[in-house]
């Protein structure tokens, strides 16, 4: 059952309509949650008036900052974000007071009607102008907030050693998650006092925590019960922890469920964004194409408020380099406050970004020394025992330019690159472009990483699996079903799978960071294993057989030598209960050990990484600046794909998130307010704009997951941008150093903004840096 | 604000209604009746989670007014599957790994359906500009459009197969 593409066990229900997403709960005389959000991207609070608002029929709560009997902020790192403001505003999407009315329309009536009295502060909203000594603080005594760093060896000595130097500065954008289903809860007051809350959650431990600490109730006293999930990708975190909060606040208010449902505006103006980074890459090198120095100096914009930067950035900081050997690395990653969203955990979490400073940098590396981009990378990169710049060794299959060669083999990379490459200028023009990346499996040292899967035979052979890692969608309870099928040797019919509650399941930490199915799986292998030890010590003594020659097969206890069947599992389970044997089974797994020093910036930073390459064929329009992807290659070592078919699912996905990362999305602000707030402004690709995507599984199984399963979720969309602009680049021969690569950057080199004025327009970035993106090959430097 | 009666069709079920003229579709389906197969995710037609064939067509129901249905015939993705027998189309999603998080799936199923309705053997661009007004986040679109492409010829094969075996007979 493991390694084939089995149906998953949720799609039944998603292909009919029966799937229950959190807007699909309803009960009797549920009232509408509504929020009065900020007027000012930053302001005081001089005053809220809430009488108007209470007096209208229909209304049951207003509720501000000064109704919440317990703690009222949150954050997993830092707790400073607010469920509801106290005394300031810190970005747009901040929310003031709350509504609960019977319907929906006295509730958004009854939110016109709160009388809010700002103070506006001044506002910043670029993340290097927030560092100057001019600029607003918005927390505490300075806007800078965290700083990881890493050093090995000596990047002066290293600069010495060079024969020449590349320096460049990249800039990312603000990427909304763009989950297809809103954020939506429904909490309804239990009958002991407690809460259950029913939503589109991601990590439902966390927000347990945060709604039980503003409640001042005890974490078994908040229930908090997955619904089927419509997209996270990292954004479904605390931007439902504060849903969850608010919901709770008043459901306990007013004695009544409450049910509350962002429209999509009301999702985009609030929630957190992936970060966009502002990248300066330095590096020395040989002529040969060795690189003797890497100093890079990384800041990213965390929005308002703490969240997840710590820990984005922590992996940034850690592969900031690339899978490249260099002696002499000096990393610096800081994290800012500004008056934008604030930023969080998206798919890829603090490495899209430097892949695409990492990658772009490579193929200058190639272009200055003259050979192609991937013998530059066959040069440099990473084999089984390299030492990472934090000093770990890589002990486990180094599969770097196995991907590598794979990738660029599938679309012809060496042959259409030079082809391309001295073509003659034309209204159209192809390119090919590569991009490689290492990755490191799970938290790290970022935290304590363990899970829970529970896995439960019935006595009619039938099995219930739940655990405390989620689905979303990327299809983590088909793999622990397959997993735990696989183990105790029965059909994936026989398995049910249920959805994730806090009260049922052990506090299994977030479903990120591509951990699900190595530690969910490997929960769910630990638990299946507990069980069948269990039944096969039933089963010996039914048939009178040494449970060492008996095996669990097609859904029957069988002689493990010859595979006769001695007893069908449904039997085998009724034994088992009839001799009041435990049928269940609790798995448990925590993961290897990892260290970090935070001074040095060294250390075993992950117990295992991963490896993928991407490679990128784009036409562009010469024309428009129009790119249209041709064709695309991904490659990834996953240790061993649990199912073929959700591995393939992930790389298409992950692919096109990364054109869209690439090529089209870019979520702005005009001093701390939003541009975009629908998909008719905020565009993500379509059928469209996406080609065929050629997939190829690479599987170097790996001791540290179950049966070798490594993970595949977030590689797949962190290298795409890079393929396109190195690609793009391999056609015109400009240099994209900001994403997206869209129409003004691909055919004037830089991005244009509105003026004031309509019909006018201006350059966006008149920084000296930038403006190198409009050199094109064969120019003076 | 007065409500208007209006008699309709939805999933082959005649429904006698009043409702506010100023109700969506979508509402009406959702809140209404209970339907919640068909998803909200934008409210402005851009998304296509709330598609729903109108007389056969395929619309966003976000911006279709309740009162503009009055004597057609709607169906949604509740109606595709006939008791416990999928629709080809249905079956072939799930051979084909192509429902993720699901969130766009009905949707989906629904501008397919649309298609495969009207052109019996359609091409890999006639089903993606089919669906190139349903976002999906979470797939790529290959699977979806691999699903689509497929679902045609298991109905076709499915129908040789019948008329084969009544041949046989």
Redesign the interface.
Known sequence: IVGKPERRVDSWGKVTGRAKFADDYNVGHQLVGKVLRSKYPHANILRIDTSKARALAGVHAVLTAADIPGSKVFGVVDKNQAILAEDRVRYLGDGVALVAATTKEIAEKAVSLIEVEYEPLSVVSDPEDATKPDSPVIHGDKNEFVHHKVRKGDVAKGFAQSDFVLEKKFKTQFIEHSYIEPEAVLAEPDEQGGIMITGSIQNLFSSRRSVAAALNLSLNKVQLVQATLGGSFGGKDEAMTSMCCRAALLAMKTGMPVKMVNTREESMLESYKRHPYVLYYKWGAKTDGSITAMESRIIADGGAYASMSQFVTWRSVVQATGPYYCENVKTDVYAVYTNNNYTGAMRGFGSPQVNFAIESMMDELAEKVGVSPLEIRMKNGFETGAVTATGQKLTHVVSLKEVLTKAAEAIEFDKKWIKYRNASKAEKMLGVGLACSYRGVSLGAEGTDAAETIVSVQTDGSVIVSSGVTDMGQGAQTQMSQIAAEVLGISMDRIQFLNTNTSRVADSGPTVASRGTIMGGSAAKNAAENVRKTLLEVGSAMVSVDPKQLDLRDNYLVNAANGQRLASFAELATECFNKGKPMIGLGWHKSPKTSWDEEHGQGEAYFTFVYGANAAEVEVDTETGKVDVKDFVSVHDVGKAINRAMVEGQMCGGVAMGIGYGLLEEFEFDDGIPKQLNFDEYLIPTSMDVPRIKTIIVENEDPTGPFGAKSVGEPTNELAAPALVNAIFNATGRRILEIPANLERVLLGHKLARHDKRGSEKKDSTDAMMVDSCKIRGEKQ | MNTVAISVTINSRRYQLMIKPNVTLLEMLREELG??????????G??G?CTVLLNGRPVNSCLVLAPQVDGQEVV???G??QGKS?DPL?ES?????A????????GI?MSAKGLLDHSSNPT?VE???A???????????????DAIKDAKQTTDQKEKRRVHADTKT
């Not at chain 2, 999603?93 to 790994?97: A, E, R, S, T, V």
């Not at chain 2, 429902?99 to 009905?106: A, K, N, S």
């Not at chain 2, 669906?131 to 459009?145: A, E, P």
């Open positions: 339907l919640t197969g068909t998803k909200c995710g934008c409210e402005v851009e998304c989670a949604t993705v509740e595709l599957a999928l249905q999603f799930l051979d084909h790994d429902v993720h998080c699901g969130f766009c799936t009905p199923l890999e089903v993606r500009t669906i190139s007004g349903n976002l999906c986040r979470c797939s790529g679109y290959q699977q979806i459009v």
